[in-house]
């Protein structure tokens, strides 16, 4: 987000604050139950949202370097994510050509990679080095079998996009991604430091997750032991952007921002938790000084889900810097794994159970009326309802 930028958002902010107002969408929306726990609409929306759309599924300073790589899962696809010798990301399908092994687990640095198997050797252009001790055995095979399976992947603007099925993935980011791209790129991932990750699987629809961040309404009551007292809950800028859709929450230290002189003031980033929201799975947020990337990801259906966490933090770090970031990572995990995760899974419960037919989202929660409309228009979906007349007495 650049200076002028932050200096509108400001401004919103200070009258949100003063009047006590937030950001409304034009219409509350109904979403059925079916909206998550149907099988069907999941398998519609993984072919159009997971496959036939770029998926963001790292960011640069995941592999900063040449040889640095990164095992990733999107759906049933096991990625291997490498930095080659000229500098470009790769995505290839993380199988041996032979019989189909894993050649690579985790996230490390490699000069190539040997098949566990039976050690064939594959360089960081996804091409055979060498295939050990097999006696010619492999001398009338095509060159199929010389080359990893790769995937279209294109990087920008610190992040790493992988498409599944079909090409153009530079167009289709553009297109997803619109003027969020320049805004992001003013948070200069690629020089942030990878500091660490959670992972955790959920038994609820994968949707829920991005629910649980989309809005501030929730933070007043559900954290008010934990981080309620340092934010302004229910004072939130949202903007749509492409298919992003843009969140602009602030912390009580912009009070700082505003006992400037006026003519001085003009940051929000580090007083404020910015969000994009990727639909269906992806959050990016800048959370006052450093980087925090969520996915989620459907697992087996529509029931359960996969969410995963990175933290990264700008460079260059201290002692001091490395003990807060590190701290930072599990003060986050215990929030959200002991207040939201809960929330979503008795959701869920409840919704699957049959006897919640539906649920609303407010005027005043936009980024997930935007968000779950973003989803349905790509799987055609009409089921999401909006509400524009208001009811007799005000509620
Ligand atoms: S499966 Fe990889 S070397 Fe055999
Ligand atoms: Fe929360």
Redesign the pocket.
């Known amino acids: 987000m650049d200076a002028h930028k932050q200096r509108e958002m400001l401004e919103r902010l200070r009258a949100h604050l003063e009047h006590k107002t937030t950001d409304l969408s034009a219409y509350a929306l109904k979403v059925p139950a079916e909206h998550y726990v149907s099988d069907d609409q999941l398998a519609l929306e993984v072919d159009a949202l997971f496959k036939q759309r770029p998926v963001l599924v790292a960011l640069t300073p995941h592999i900063p370097n040449e040889g640095d790589y990164l095992t990733h899962e999107v759906i049933d696809t096991s990625l291997l994510l490498v930095r080659d010798s000229s500098g470009e990301a790769r995505a290839y399908i993380n199988a ?1 050509r ?4 894993r ?1 690579a687990e985790g996230k490390g640095s490699k000069a190539s990679f040997s ?1 566990p ?4 050797n594959w360089g960081l252009d996804g091409r055979i080095i060498a295939r050990p001790n097999s006696h010619d055995g492999f001398a009338q095979t095509d060159a199929r079998f010389d080359q990893l399976l790769e995937l279209p992947c294109y990087e920008t603007a610190g992040l790493i996009f992988v498409l599944l099925k079909g090409d153009d993935i530079e167009a289709k980011v553009n297109e997803l991604m619109g003027s969020s791209l320049s805004d992001i790129a003013n948070f200069d991932i690629a020089n942030t430091q990878y500091i660490d990750s959670r992972v955790t699987e959920l038994d609820c629809n994968y949707k829920f997750f991005l629910d649980g961040f989309a809005e501030t309404y929730h933070i007043a009551p559900l954290h008010k032991n934990t981080i309620s007292p340092y934010y302004y809950s229910n004072a939130t800028l949202v903007e749509r952007m492409a298919e992003v859709v843009h969140l602009v929450s602030p912390r009580k230290t912009i009070d700082k921002e505003f006992e400037k002189p006026l003519a001085e003031q003009g940051l929000v980033l580090p007083y404020c938790t910015t969000e994009y929201l990727l639909a269906p799975n992806a959050m990016l947020t800048h959370q006052v000084d450093h980087i925090q990337f969520w996915r989620v990801y459907p697992v087996g259906g529509a029931h359960r889900c996969r969410i995963e966490l990175n933290v990264f933090w700008p460079k260059p770090m201290d002692e001091e810097a490395e003990r807060k970031a590190h701290l930072n990572v599990d003060l986050v995990w215990d929030v959200t794994t002991q207040e939201d995760f809960p929330q979503s899974v008795a959701i869920h419960r409840n919704l699957a159970s049959g006897d919640v037919p539906e649920l609303v989202f407010g005027r005043n929660e936009p980024a997930l009326i935007y968000y779950h409309q973003n989803i349905a228009k790509a799987i055609g979906s009409d089921q999401l309802i909006p509400i524009t007349e208001l009811k007799d007495e005000n509620s």
Do not use: E, K, Q
């Open positions: 041996c032979h019989r189909g092994a050649i098949c198997f039976h050690a064939w």
